[in-house]
C-alpha cells in the first residue's frame, strides 16, 4: 500500500525527497497549515518501500497507508 504525507504535519524538510528510490515525492503549492513548504507522494508510483517513513525526522508526517484524505494532492 502506497505510504502517505499527511500535509499539514509535513514541515517540508523533505530529506524524504532525495531517499525515495523512485522520486514520487512532489512539492507541493503554498504553504500548509503550519506556514511551511510541504510534500506529496505520488500514490500510482510509491513501490511502498518505507524508506521515507525511516528517514522523516517529522513524528507522524508520514504513514504507512494510502490515505487521500489526509495528503492533499495538487
Ligand atoms: S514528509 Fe518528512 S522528510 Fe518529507 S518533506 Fe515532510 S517533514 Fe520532510
Ligand atoms: S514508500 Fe518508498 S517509494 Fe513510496 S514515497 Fe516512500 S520512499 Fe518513495
Not at 15 to 41: F, L, M, Q, R, S
Not at 62 to 71: G, K, M, S, V
Request: glycine residues 8%; hydrophobic residues 30%.
Amino acid at each position: 500500500m502506497p505510504h502517505t504525507i499527511v500535509t499539514h504535519v509535513c514541515e517540508g524538510v523533505a530529506d524524504c525527497v532525495d531517499a525515495c528510490p523512485v522520486a514520487c515525492i512532489n512539492p507541493g503549492p503554498g504553504k500548509n497549515n503550519k506556514g511551511t513548504e510541504w510534500y506529496w507522494i505520488d500514490f500510482s508510483t510509491c513501490i511502498d518501500c518505507g524508506i521515507c517513513l525511516q528517514v522523516c525526522p517529522v513524528e507522524g508526517a508520514i504513514i504507512p497507508e494510502e490515505r487521500p484524505d489526509l495528503q492533499e494532492t495538487p
